[in-house]
């Protein structure tokens, strides 16, 4: 049988993706993160299903649950928040299922940037301004950066940061970044994309830091700095240029249409 990581999405039950949903709702067992994963979610799992909440469970016990429910012959919907892709601890889960023998596969699911975007009405690269997004977090006790990925090296590209796991630390976020973006830079936090408790705060390097204290956000926040969040004045893409050179019609395209050529 297979284990499935699915990408529960952001926050928001129907944020799920269609194939996460179906997946989700033929596996006979399903370990999630209680702590971020709605519960709504489980709904959709068949109703004899053995549900195990992963919030408090090591790694050692995580790959035993999931082995165990290989060898009874299970399908395994194993659900985390956002997107299998990042910041997901997935590596090291497939890394075990791989030394065991157990066949996994992965559904993407929406990221917490993406919700977060969504939420402040942004898109993250613009003509002209940006067309670079940097995902990244700042070194923790537990987990070190690696060398070349500290903020100061990351923030002279002067590409638009995503940080992840950083709203603790929101003063030394600011402090690493002013060197190389300046004060009046854009800043938004996103705590709680996408759910009914969704809170967004916007404002620059020089006052995001305030915002974030006042409003007692520690964490399940993404924040963001860069001159595109504040973009108004920029050239339009050259996308949908009328100047841009388009293929003519197909000869056999059905004749009436409103976009047939002419």
Do not use: N, W
């Not at 992965?106 to 940097?134: D, M, S, Y």
Request: net charge negative; charged share 20%.
């Amino acid at each position: 049988m297979t284990v499935y990581f699915i990408g529960a999405g952001p926050g928001a039950a129907d944020l799920i993706t269609v194939r996460g949903a179906r997946t989700l709702a033929r596996c006979r067992v399903c370990l999630y993160a209680g702590s971020l994963v709605p519960r709504e979610l489980l709904d959709a799992c068949p109703p004899d299903a053995r549900l195990v909440d992963t919030a408090r469970l090591d790694l050692d016990r995580i790959t035993a649950e999931l082995v165990a429910a290989h060898e009874a012959g299970h399908d395994v919907a194993r659900l985390h928040s956002g997107d299998p892709s990042v910041f997901s601890a997935v590596a090291e889960q497939m890394r075990r299922l791989d030394a065991a023998g157990v066949p996994y596969d992965v559904v993407p699911g929406v990221p917490a940037f993406a919700a977060a975007a969504a939420a402040l009405k942004r898109e993250l690269t613009v003509p002209t301004v940006g067309q670079t997004v940097i995902l990244t977090r700042i070194a923790q006790q537990a987990t070190p950066m690696p060398d070349g990925e500290d903020l100061a090296t990351l923030g002279r590209s002067g590409a638009l940061l995503v940080l992840h796991l950083a709203a603790r630390y929101v003063d030394r976020v600011v402090a690493e970044l002013l060197p190389h973006y300046g004060p009046d830079c854009p800043a938004a936090v996103v705590a709680m994309a996408s759910r009914p408790d969704e809170l967004v705060l916007r404002g620059t390097l020089d006052d995001i830091a305030a915002q974030v204290k006042a409003a007692g956000i520690v964490r399940t926040a993404v924040i963001m700095v860069g001159r595109t969040l504040g973009a108004e004045q920029f050239r339009d893409s050259h996308l949908y240029s009328p100047d841009r050179e388009r293929p003519h019609e197909p000869c056999d395209a059905p004749s009436g249409g409103a976009d047939t050529a002419r």
